[in-house]
């Protein structure tokens, strides 16, 4: 029988539709497109806060490292000296290699603990002038929180007096901790004008003797002076600093280099709870960069995440080596 001309033809028209529609069922609608972006979207969303909680803990614990370190730091040379560092004569010294480690020692806590970080070369730079100079521009890494910044040279703030023992910088390494000094504030000055005996002598100290932290100017504490217990005493904290002031030196709290005498870069006081890092300034306190609390190296060597929102009493009583009041640290 023969097959009429349009119906042989119809099953090759027949498998191209088929095809063309197989082809466009494969592609995506825009519509189909927008909702995947959207939905792509929304699971970045939801990882990225736990992805940026999990790299914070992971800098959280590493500051906390770092003030073990320090503590160590703090220990050893106890063991070697028989008192905890000093913190030099004020903010117009720094380090000087060739002065020892007591109170004829110009430098603060950061130069005094070098070599106990394995960092003795560095220390051994400050013999004056430009050496000295090349010390200021060696940033230590265990001296930086890294969830507030990175281990670096910071500018040097504008306008200062010349520190005397060196040749000047612009930029300086820097200190994101700072020792206890008391529970009471007492104002530091920025030293003698020369390191001649006369002028050491005839120098108006401040009242050093009554600081009633682990270091000031001037002191050299020994264990047995904490008598209200190494484990109820803070030694080195975090140092509050405003978020607007971590890398451009405009801070009097954060304007000189780690390594010089007293001063609110490298020493703080407990009259005051610790606060989370903001948007003011403040140079005298304790604070950090992390939500919920403020690391301490206590002087037993231990270190504790002390609460923002602590006790004003307890926390002042923790500042200070020697009053005799309870200090519970316990949740």
Same mark, same amino acid.
């Given at each position: %029988?023969?097959?009429?001309?349009?119906?042989?033809?119809?099953?090759?028209?027949?498998?191209?539709?088929?095809?063309?529609? $197989?082809?466009? $069922?494969?592609?995506?609608t825009?519509?189909?497109?927008? /909702? /995947?972006?959207a939905?792509?979207?929304? !699971?970045v969303?939801?990882? !990225?806060?736990?992805?940026?909680a999990?790299?914070?803990s992971? +800098?959280? %614990?590493?500051c #906390?490292n770092?003030?073990?370190?320090?503590?160590?730091? *703090?220990?050893l040379?106890?063991?070697? @000296?028989?008192?905890?560092?000093?913190?030099?004569?004020?903010?117009?010294?720094?380090?000087?290699?060739?002065?020892?480690?007591?109170?004829?020692?110009?430098? =603060?806590?950061?130069?005094?603990v070098?070599?106990?970080?394995?960092?003795q070369?560095?220390?051994?730079?400050?013999?004056? =002038?430009?050496p000295?100079a090349?010390?200021l521009?060696?940033?230590?890494?265990v *001296?930086?929180?890294?969830? +507030? +910044?990175a281990?670096?040279?910071?500018?040097?703030?504008a306008g200062l007096?010349?520190?005397?023992?060196?040749?000047?910088v612009?930029?300086a390494?820097?200190?994101?901790y700072?020792?206890?000094?008391?529970?009471?504030i007492?104002?530091?000055?920025?030293g003698?004008?020369?390191m001649?005996?006369?002028?050491l002598?005839?120098?108006?100290?401040?009242p050093?003797r009554?600081?009633?932290?682990?270091?000031y100017?001037?002191?050299?504490?020994? %264990?047995a002076?904490?008598?209200?217990?190494? $484990?109820?005493?803070? %030694?080195v904290?975090e #140092?509050?600093?405003?978020?607007?002031? @971590?890398?451009?030196?405009?801070?009097?709290g954060?304007?000189?280099?780690?390594? !010089?005498?007293?001063?609110?870069?490298?020493?703080?006081w407990t009259?005051?709870?610790?606060? #989370?890092?903001?948007e003011?300034?403040?140079?005298?306190?304790?604070?950090s960069?992390? $939500?919920?609390?403020?690391?301490f190296?206590?002087?037993?060597?231990?270190? +504790?995440?002390?609460?923002?929102?602590?006790?004003?009493?307890?926390?002042?009583? !923790?500042?200070n080596?020697?009053?005799?009041?309870? /200090?519970?640290?316990?949740?």
């Amino acid at each position: %029988m023969n097959i009429p001309r349009h119906d042989r033809k119809q099953p090759a028209t027949a498998a191209i539709v088929s095809k063309a529609k $197989s082809r466009f $069922s494969s592609a995506f609608t825009l519509i189909e497109l927008l /909702v /995947v972006i959207a939905i792509i979207g929304i !699971l970045v969303a939801l990882i !990225l806060p736990a992805v940026q909680a999990a790299r914070e803990s992971a +800098r959280k %614990m590493e500051c #906390k490292n770092h003030l073990k370190q320090i503590g160590m730091a *703090f220990h050893l040379h106890h063991d070697t @000296y028989k008192h905890f560092p000093t913190n030099g004569w004020g903010w117009q010294w720094v380090g000087d290699a060739k002065r020892g480690f007591g109170q004829p020692q110009p430098g =603060g806590w950061c130069f005094n603990v070098l070599p106990y970080l394995e960092q003795q070369a560095a220390r051994d730079l400050a013999t004056g =002038g430009a050496p000295t100079a090349q010390l200021l521009q060696t940033p230590v890494e265990v *001296f930086y929180c890294p969830s +507030r +910044r990175a281990a670096r040279n910071y500018p040097v703030g504008a306008g200062l007096p010349p520190i005397r023992n060196t040749d000047p910088v612009t930029e300086a390494a820097r200190t994101d901790y700072a020792v206890c000094a008391g529970d009471a504030i007492i104002n530091t000055p920025s030293g003698p004008p020369s390191m001649t005996a006369s002028d050491l002598q005839s120098y108006a100290w401040p009242p050093w003797r009554t600081a009633t932290g682990i270091s000031y100017v001037l002191t050299t504490i020994r %264990m047995a002076e904490v008598t209200d217990g190494t $484990s109820n005493t803070a %030694m080195v904290g975090e #140092k509050y600093l405003s978020r607007l002031q @971590y890398r451009d030196g405009t801070s009097l709290g954060d304007d000189q280099p780690a390594y !010089l005498g007293d001063d609110a870069d490298n020493r703080r006081w407990t009259d005051e709870p610790p606060s #989370k890092d903001g948007e003011t300034d403040d140079i005298q306190h304790f604070g950090s960069a992390h $939500s919920g609390g403020c690391h301490f190296a206590l002087a037993d060597g231990s270190t +504790r995440l002390i609460s923002h929102t602590i006790d004003a009493t307890v926390f002042k009583n !923790l500042g200070n080596r020697h009053d005799g009041n309870p /200090v519970n640290l316990e949740p």
